[in-house]
């Protein structure tokens, strides 16, 4: 069975610091899909981005990266020079292929805080 | 375009009520899916809908059941409530195929007394 893993439950840092959140999953199939979400105190849940199993290219969006090693089953997510409104849940999530449709395995969750 | 809506936002009831929640996924979308959210249990997947079938069903008692319209839109349903139903419940919808980003509504929180 699938599982995610954030091990961190909650980080603090100061304004214009790197930081970075561990995400670690499990899985048997070979096709599957790695996100994160982040959760802002709305509580919807906004897409941030979508890996699969395949594509181990590190990617980078503005001050977000991630860095995807299936040599350890780690999806990991940095923010570079944060911010306050960076403050959220962040969630990393598998959706494994097959016949799982859309179904998501989300991990526990990181809340970060970002103080000014 | 419009997000994904969900209605009602807030929700009071009593232990051994029933209750329908309603999600009107993204124009064009055509997977729904439910997820519940506790502070005890995190993000669990409930159900998903696919051109008005159940297209993958989470671990969750047969209270909880759903379904979908042709238009689409969804409802879940918890029938007989607990305490413990108590939460966040999440919609979310997609484009036709599978393993595509969802896109989350803003939630209806249920409160059960």
């Known amino acids: 069975a699938q599982k995610v893993t954030q091990a961190q439950t909650e980080i603090s840092v100061v304004e214009k610091e790197d930081v970075t959140l561990d995400c670690v999953y499990e899985?048997?199939?070979?096709?599957?899909?790695l996100f994160w979400y982040k959760q802002p105190p709305s509580g919807e849940l906004v897409f941030l981005i979508r890996?699969?199993?395949?594509?181990?290219q590190n990617e980078i969006s503005g001050r977000y990266s991630w860095n995807f090693q299936k040599s350890t089953s780690s999806f990991n997510f940095t923010i570079t020079a944060s911010q306050v409104v960076d403050s959220a849940v962040y969630f990393c999530?598998?959706?494994?292929?097959?016949?799982?449709?859309?179904?998501?395995?989300f991990g526990g969750g990181t809340r970060l805080m970002v103080k000014p | 375009k419009a997000g994904v809506t969900q209605t009602p936002r807030y929700l009071i009831k009593t232990r051994g009520q029933q209750v329908t929640l309603s999600c009107s996924p993204i124009?064009?979308?055509?997977?729904v899916s439910w997820y519940q959210q506790t502070p005890g249990q995190g993000l669990q997947f409930l159900f998903e809908?696919?051109?008005?079938?159940?297209?993958n069903k989470g671990n969750f008692p047969g209270r909880f059941s759903g379904r979908q319209f042709s238009n689409s839109r969804s409802e879940m349903n918890v029938s007989t409530l607990e305490l413990g139903d108590s939460a966040l419940y999440l919609c979310?919808?997609?484009?036709?195929?599978?393993?595509?980003?969802?896109?989350f509504g803003p939630g209806t929180r249920l409160t059960v007394t």
């Open positions: 124009s064009g979308h055509r997977s």
């Open positions: 899985t048997r199939d070979t096709t599957y899909y």
């Open positions: 809908y696919f051109s008005e079938t159940q297209r």
């Open positions: 999530a598998l959706s494994e292929g097959g016949n799982a449709g859309n179904m998501l395995t």
């Open positions: 890996r699969n199993s395949f594509d181990e």
């Open positions: 979310a919808s997609s484009s036709s195929g599978i393993l595509y980003e969802q896109y």
